[in-house]
């Protein structure tokens, strides 16, 4: 058992991303030690954790001697939490192409093995880490999604399973090998679904960057009077946006609880991608036309987080509406766009 005054520490696994690098402030904030891991730094602003190790999770050594780490005064730690945001992701751009698929099944993969079998293998039977897993909506099968205005994510609807990408069939079985490694070796886990989760410091440019931050940039980007952007598919595909104050919320709140299956975290304020335009144009106040590429890749036709789930057995729902956070993330990525212009 530990003390009453015992700091509780916590590893952030993609604390490099953009998620990762929001649960390290809210940890630190909460009073955590916290040590965060990733191939780079946080992109947009300077990390909070007290320790930043920059690593490859994929190195099943590097990841075994992540749990042989010594604190500040210099004794071994030991983790309460672990966070694990990892992953080979991005946008549509990057997901629904088909070239990225097989690095997205091994990178993701090898790096899930490779934290599972570490914890696993800790000598000290008694202190198991509880490990909170990012799983994704993509999960959820094609035929479930097909009605733009009525589409099922309800939890219960993953099986029979038919996820529209490899990303999402590389998710649904990180998911059974996280609840695997909780039966046969007791560490306790969380499991979220998360739907689209968007804000400042999150990735805007390059490829990887989701719908709405990809919209904000192509907004900003226009004269001041407005003009005409490219929008992938008819436009009528509908999906609903979380903010990442939200995302972070309900995770610790997940985390807090003795809730152990997959649920969804999400908003269930669903919107067309042609109205999404809308909104963020009406914020920037220009006037936008839209070009629509209909060749392009755009995954499921509708996509809407079902938070039954999550109000029955967390009392959770999100707080911010999908207006006011995307005035915020475009006041952060116009500028940005001013940045580089």
């Known amino acids: 058992m530990r003390n009453v005054n015992h700091i509780k520490h916590a590893l952030v696994l993609g604390g490099g991303g953009f998620i990762g690098d929001?649960?390290?402030?809210?940890?630190?904030?909460?009073?955590?030690?916290?040590?965060?891991?990733?191939?780079?730094?946080?992109?947009?602003?300077?990390?909070?954790?007290?320790?930043?190790?920059?690593?490859?999770l994929r190195d099943f050594i590097f990841v075994n001697e992540l749990f042989k780490l010594k604190n500040y005064r210099n004794r071994e730690v030991i983790f309460d939490e672990i966070y694990q945001f990892a992953a080979d992701m991005g946008g549509a751009g990057f997901v629904f192409t088909g070239e990225n698929?097989?690095?997205?099944?091994?990178?993701?993969?090898?790096?899930?093995?490779?934290?599972?079998?570490?914890?696993?293998?800790?000598?000290?039977?008694?202190?198991?880490?509880?490990i909170f897993y990012s799983s994704s909506a993509c999960i959820y099968p094609q035929e479930n999604q097909k009605d733009p205005l009525r589409p099922n994510c309800e939890e219960s609807s993953a099986y029979p399973a038919n996820p529209d990408s490899e990303y999402g069939w590389e998710k649904l079985f990180s998911e059974r090998l996280y609840a695997s490694f909780s039966r046969n070796y007791k560490i306790p886990i969380a499991i979220a679904r998360y739907h689209n989760i968007y804000g400042p410091f999150g990735t805007?440019?390059?490829?990887?960057?989701?719908?709405?931050?990809?919209?904000?940039?192509?907004?900003?980007?226009?004269?001041?009077?407005?003009?005409?952007?490219?929008?992938?598919?008819?436009?009528?595909?509908?999906?609903?946006?979380?903010?990442?104050?939200?995302?972070?919320?309900?995770?610790?709140?997940?985390?807090?609880?003795?809730?152990s299956h997959p649920i969804n975290i999400g908003s269930e304020e669903m919107v067309s991608i042609n109205s999404l335009v809308d909104i963020i144009a009406s914020i920037a106040v220009k006037k936008v036309l839209i070009t629509n590429v209909l060749d392009a890749p755009v995954g499921v036709r509708?996509?809407?987080?079902?938070?039954?789930?999550?109000?029955?057995?967390?009392?959770?729902?999100?707080?911010?509406?999908?207006?006011?956070?995307?005035?915020?993330?475009?006041?952060?990525?116009?500028s940005q766009v001013g940045q580089v212009k």
């Open 101 to 130: 698929d097989a690095d997205i099944l091994h990178n993701s993969a090898l790096i899930n093995l490779n934290v599972l079998k570490c914890v696993s293998e800790l000598k000290n039977l008694n202190i198991r880490p509880k």
């Open 204 to 259: 805007w440019n390059g490829g990887r960057e989701k719908a709405p931050a990809a919209i904000c940039r192509k907004i900003s980007s226009l004269p001041k009077g407005g003009g005409s952007i490219e929008i992938w598919g008819d436009g009528f595909q509908t999906r609903s946006f979380l903010y990442i104050d939200d995302c972070i919320d309900a995770t610790r709140k997940l985390m807090n609880s003795d809730y």
């Open 22 to 56: 929001a649960m390290v402030s809210r940890l630190k904030n909460e009073g955590y030690y916290v040590i965060g891991v990733d191939l780079k730094y946080p992109d947009f602003s300077r990390s909070e954790a007290d320790q930043f190790i920059i690593g490859d």
């Open 302 to 334: 509708g996509r809407n987080s079902d938070n039954k789930l999550i109000k029955e057995q967390l009392g959770w729902q999100p707080k911010w509406s999908l207006l006011d956070g995307l005035e915020v993330t475009y006041s952060w990525i116009n």
